[in-house]
Nanobody, 122 residues
Framework: QVQLVESGGGLVQAGGSLRLTCAAS????????MGWFRQAPGKEREFVAA???????YYAESVKGRFTISRDNAKNTVYLQMDSLKPEDTAVYYC????????????????WGQGTQVTVSS
């Protein structure tokens, strides 16, 4: 069982930065691949970034070059550094954990956090 708690969301102007943090419980955190997803009002939840347990990282095209996912296994934490934010990045951001090889689909993930709101003003 893995419990995930996100933090770090907030209101920021376009062009600004935020760092989201996802704290995980459990002693097998390093065995999980971790993902960040987001959901804007009226839209489906979409893939943002993932960090495979091996260290490989993957990004949605819309955030590539602006967002960086990283993890600290000693702290059971995964981060999402978001730079050059745009109004279209506004959404609730969710952290998720999986042992699946598939990392870009919501159905691959077994554990989810409660989400943190990110609002980017123009």
């Amino acid at each position: 069982q893995v419990q995930l708690v996100e933090s770090g969301g907030g209101l920021v102007q376009a062009g600004g930065s935020l760092r989201l943090t996802c704290a995980a419980s459990g002693r097998t955190f390093s065995s999980y691949s971790m993902g960040w997803f987001r959901q804007a009002p009226g839209k489906e939840r979409e893939f943002v970034a993932a960090n495979r347990w091996t260290g490989s990282t993957y990004y949605a095209e819309s955030v590539k070059g602006r967002f960086t996912i990283s993890r600290d296994n000693a702290k059971n934490t995964v981060y999402l550094q978001m730079d050059s934010l745009k109004p279209e990045d506004t959404a609730v951001y969710y952290c998720a954990a999986t042992m699946s090889r598939m990392l870009v689909t919501t159905t691959s993930y077994n554990y989810w956090g409660q989400g943190t709101q990110v609002t980017v003003s123009s």
